[in-house]
Structure formats: C-alpha cells, structure tokens
C-alpha cells in the first residue's frame, strides 16, 4: 500500500517555487508512519521510556514508547513491537482487546520556513 500526503499535509501545499529549493532528499521522501503506545498501569500510571542523551532531536526527553511502522505490519503490530523493543516487556502480556487507537496526526517541519505544523486527523 503506498501511503501519500493528504491535501491538507502542509508538504503538500507547498508552491512550485517551494518546492523548487527543496533538497532531492527532502522532496522525494515519502510518508513515514510512526506509533506510540500508552500503556496504563492498575494504579493509573503512564509508562514513559527516556530518549538518550546523544540524540540529535528530544535528546533526554521522556516519551511513550513507539517508533516506526515496518512494511506488512498494522499499526497494532507495530507498537507491541515497538513496546517490547524499546522496553523488554513482552507483547504477549498486552491485551490486543485493550489496543485501541486513541487518535491520529499529521507532524511536518515545513522545509522553507522550518515552521512545525501538526494536522490531527479525527
């Protein structure tokens, strides 16, 4: 399945002209798809994984666990991979019943302006 930029993705109404400065790498990058999980304890505390210190973007910042979508997976299967990868807990100890999507968003950094726009989807 390929997966292109809705029309309201602000990649999307970028102009000729825009378009244009942008780097092959840019320009030509499709549509990365991403999960996070967040996981609820009984006495209602949130699992939280911290990025390392080296990183280029959110060095040292906590963040649910999630990362990319692999081609083939559903987004399910994504993020009780990306659980156990990140984490070491098991997906086997999730429910798949409790697995529901909470919502869905678009992020871009507009490469012109470098200004951040997030689109939620309903």
Request: charged share 25%; hydrophobic share 40%; with cysteine.
């Amino acid at each position: 399945m390929l997966i292109k930029r809705p029309p309201f993705c602000p990649i999307a109404a970028l102009t000729p002209a825009q378009i244009s400065q942008l780097s092959p790498r840019t320009r030509d990058k499709g549509v990365s798809v991403g999960v996070a999980i967040l996981l609820e304890s009984k006495d209602g505390g949130i699992l939280l994984t911290r990025r390392a210190a080296h990183l280029r973007i959110f060095p040292s910042v906590w963040v649910p666990p999630g990362g990319h979508v692999e081609r083939g997976e559903t987004l399910e299967q994504a993020v009780l991979r990306e659980l156990e990868e990140e984490t070491g807990l098991a997906s086997s100890l999730v429910r798949t019943q409790d697995v529901r999507m909470l919502t869905l968003w678009e992020v871009s950094r507009t490469p012109v302006t470098g200004e951040v726009r997030w689109v939620e989807v309903p």
